[in-house]
């Protein structure tokens, strides 16, 4: 069988067993353990549109019955698993034009599944990032705020709520060719600083993917 399940995919059926481990634990209830396997089972097998049998049975649930065997069974999903390409260094430098010499981190490998690649690059202090649309990647650096609030705020790709040392307002720069070709405009957002936490979080790539399109000019 090939990877077929995307990481923000892998994320929510995470997120959905852990809700069926919680039931068993903390319920004596047998009714709502089996109304909470149901449910959640219908939830995981929804998110794709079609599924083998061989797929249907990798993600059935059935066999959770306490915290072990919850861990078990997302670790027989791990081989599965989809994550971003690392580019290479070229690519890279290619992305990011008006940046020099911005490297990817060492540190990454694509054995860690990633939504997207997102790293602060010390030399320019801002948060760059990585992101695949029809398979092809595309750039985003977003400066860092200069100065700290005292706000609570939101991450806006997974919802991660935390102070600005955690979830800060960036801003990338995006053009927009419809004003010339020198114009820019200035787009900003909520999100995680820390993207390998942000990508292990993340379960819709909706506004991932729609930040990506408004900053590349992609239609
Ligand atoms: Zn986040």
């Known amino acids: 069988?090939?990877?077929?399940?995307?990481?923000?995919?892998?994320?929510?059926?995470?997120?959905?067993v852990f809700e069926v481990s919680s039931a068993i634990t903390s319920s004596l209830d047998k009714n709502v353990v089996i109304a909470s396997r149901a449910h959640n089972q219908d939830?995981?097998?929804?998110?794709?549109?079609?599924?083998?049998?061989?797929?249907?049975?990798?993600?059935?649930?059935?066999?959770?019955?306490?915290t072990v065997s919850a861990d078990q069974f997302l670790k027989?999903?791990?081989?599965?698993?989809?994550?971003?390409?690392?580019?290479?260094?070229?690519?890279?430098?290619?992305?990011?034009?008006?940046?020099?010499k911005i490297r990817i981190p060492d540190s990454?490998?694509?054995?860690?599944?990633?939504?997207?690649l997102g790293w602060i690059d010390g030399g320019t202090r801002k948060l760059m990032m990585i992101y695949e649309i029809d398979r092809k990647p595309f750039g985003m650096a977003c400066r860092l705020p200069q100065v700290k609030s005292s706000s609570v705020n939101v991450c806006s790709l997974c919802h991660n709520i935390g102070s600005d040392e955690e979830v800060a307002f960036v801003s990338p720069v995006?053009?927009?060719?419809?004003?010339?070709?020198?114009?820019y405009k200035s787009i900003g957002f909520y999100l995680c600083l820390d993207s390998d936490a942000c990508n292990e979080r993340i379960t819709s790539i909706d506004k991932l993917e729609d930040l990506f399109r408004k900053v590349n000019n992609i239609i």
């Open 174 to 183: 995006c053009k927009t060719e419809h004003l010339g070709p020198d114009a």
């Open 43 to 66: 939830k995981i097998y929804g998110v794709f549109s079609q599924l083998s049998d061989e797929q249907k049975e990798l993600l059935s649930i059935d066999r959770i019955i306490d």
């Open 108 to 116: 990454f490998s694509e054995d860690v599944k990633r939504v997207y």
């Open 76 to 100: 027989k999903l791990e081989p599965f698993v989809l994550g971003i390409s690392i580019p290479t260094n070229d690519t890279v430098a290619r992305l990011f034009k008006k940046h020099k």
């Open 1 to 16: 069988m090939e990877p077929f399940i995307e990481k923000y995919r892998f994320n929510y059926i995470k997120k959905r």
